[in-house]
């Protein structure tokens, strides 16, 4: 169980990081012109955001690059929170399967190997 945990947690991740970097390369630049960083240094601030914090904080410059930050990543955050919000409906409405204190459920055995009654330790 734990190791599927981890596959699924690891892979989703792996997914949703290409996803983010595909949405992102293919908007940002034109998100950036949008909302009104000049031309000329798109590709510029686009792959150094470095140089984006050095602009003075006040210059429409910066602004423009925020703007355009949150223009991209609203989608993104968007459907994270669809996805979440459907994953935690979905674990309100899992069922409450009692395992019980058997360490092994097909022989009804306990840690030790004894044996155990599944119902007798059911509260």
Known sequence: IIAQLSLWTQLGGSVGSAI???VWTSTLPSNMAK???PADQITELYSSPVSI???????PIRQACIDAFNMT??????????????????GIFMPDYYLGKEHNKVESTDIAGKSVSGDADRQ
């Open 20 to 22: 983010t970097a595909a």
């Open 35 to 37: 909302a009104g960083v």
């Open 53 to 59: 914090a050095a602009l003075d904080f006040t210059s």
């Open 73 to 90: 990543v609203r989608p993104l955050f968007v459907a994270a929170t669809a996805i979440s919000a459907i994953c935690l409906i979905c």
